[in-house]
């Protein structure tokens, strides 16, 4: 029987209700064993198993759950432990495998950065001089696992041993391709074992091969495919590549596989317009990426059909695979729990199960016909127009005030150097100014006081007055500690882009809308469905009572328009950068507010700013001009004496360098500790000006670091950076740490500075 299947690239891994990140926290805090943790971990991956099998997905993936991130277990699963693990060999503890993650008393943890242009975090592999072994074959456990429990030959999922290389650090890059001849075989080894289990498709993942590759990398994937696929022929292998176009379509498509996993929604046409130009090898499988992984609406089905059978102009039926664009990891697991959303917006809204559903449908119209969909065709259709047509979407006052603001350059009424100086008058600060980066510790009892309002058994009075209580503890204590630049705290917020969008009109929320982030750390977007203006004032109230309390300055705290943008879910209607300046014009009126309220130093937090950073590099300039566009809309209306701040997190800066000073913030503090000091040297190339704090300890762990710890962190940034502008910082926010370890901690940071300002 000639059949179009079905297929998942993967699944998400928290749980619909986030089951998966309390078990690891809960095993962290040591309040259960490893074996239950085991077992907690065993029955959600079986349920997600069973689930998709009652679906009717065709291949269902096996391997992609991850006890933390599937970088990681690929690490890990080839023997590369940092050596300060002390790791001697073999399979790999899994008390070792958090420590590489999270660190430990004696060991800071391996670095961890966005997953090409997602909001997903993966640990960065140190490959040392470590030859890598096999340690485990994880992939067979859950083959066997889902063969023996719930019935299914899965279809293993394992990252691509060149991606994997490529995002490694921590060895010489003209060793690439030894280390690339020595996983070649390990990877063989590992479907060796699938072949004999009964395992009859392998999604290999090579994502790197929708970023801007060269020929000699091209020439790469040809030899390592060649012997992956002779290594193990019975097997069809699936080499899978998701978030853009593919570059060099004609070669991939004749890498010596089974089949290609294209992506053909974010390829902005290329994908689909390469294969009627090229065509496609007849003895081959395509796996089409025609869902959306990556936004929460429901497809048009109708139009993905059309879409579909143009690509079946070109590819045989029984050689089409349907699938959604890329891992739903991107994605919450199912819109059925949300009751309390709009009914206008829920009716739109698609995640992984609804998503799988989508693919299945269109798979089941490709199969028997579009009579056999047509209900569901009509349905989806019906939810689409609804939103479409709702008031929210139709704000005139928004759009007119947009178009207005588009006939003017945003730009400050004075260059740097004569802010500056005023601002050095208003506020004195000593040289190598301490502050934090916002937020301060949010502590279970913060946590459940918000829970407590929220239900409505606290009036909004108690919650404001303990939020109060909050701040003024804090300023007290962070004056105790002495840091000059001061902070609320952030007690109020919830989350740094959700507490805003609640604030806006253009955002609905979910109930259980998680996803991944890093590790057991999950966000929940807002969903920006409609045009986006402000309701009132949003932070002056804390912000204000902040500074009542002290002499010494408090930063207002916002989040700025790109990160909003990059960590909500976006409507499609309209572009990104319409977004995004709606946005900023909100928040321009609430800088506005913050200024007649006396508050002059005003951090605009943009640590996504990075990661919507397209993969094709000659896409990067547009977007780049844009944030900056979008940044100085919002903030450069201000008086000469109010000091703008904003900060970014992570690494990898060396390619935004230019666009960091084209925001021109006046001081712009930056992660650097957790990435080992490695953005440091970009700023060699470039003489820096302006205010800028490269983060002197890294927050994600426990941790408490040495007053001489953070001292060498600083001596590092001051070797390439003038003191007159260094500020002293810890990487991010501290709102994931305890009291204690960030007292501890701050006061170091604190001590460290005096120390260098003496010998300065
Ligand atoms: N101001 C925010 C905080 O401190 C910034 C967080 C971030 O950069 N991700 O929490
Ligand atoms: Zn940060």
Redesign the pocket.
Known sequence: MTKVLSSTIGYPRIGVKREWKKALEQFWAGKITKSSLSTEMEHLRLHDLQKQKEMGIDLIPVGDFSFYDHVLDTAVMFGFVPKRFQHKGGEVPIETYFDIARGNKESVASEMTKWFNTNYHYIVPELESSEPTLTENRLLHSFLEAKDKVGIVGKPVILGPITFLKLSKGYDKKDFHKLLQKLIPLYINVFKELENAGAEWIQIDEPILTTSISEEEINLFKETYKSIQKGVPSIKILLQTYFEAVEHYTEIISLPVAGIGLDFVHDQGANLESLKKYGFPEDKFLAAGIINGRNIWRSDLDGKLTQLERILSVVEKDRLIVQPSCSLLHVPVTVTTEKEIDAAVKNALAFADEKLEEAIVLAEGLNNGKKAIEAKIKESARGIEILWQSPGRNQKKVQEELKRWDEVEPKRKTHYSIRQQIQQDVFKLPLLPTT????LPQTKLIRQARLKWRRGEWSNGQYEKFIEENISYWIEHQEGIGLDVL?HG?FERND?VEYFGEKLDGFAFTKYGWVQSYGSRCVKPPIIYGDISLKGSMTVKEISYAQSLTKKPVKG?L?GPITILNWSFVRDDISRFEVTKQIALALKKEIKFLEENRIHMI?V?E?ALREGLPLKVEKQKEYLKEAVHAFKLATSSVQDNTQIHT???YSDFEKIMDTIDQLDADVISIEAARSHGELISAFEEKAYEKGIGLGVYDIHSPRVPGVEEIKTNIQRALHVLQPKIFWINPD????TRGIEETTNALKNMVEAARQIRKET
């Open positions: 934090t980066i916002g937020s902070v952030e740094m705290m989040t951090q937090d640590p900060h970014m997190c991010c926010g501290l709102k």
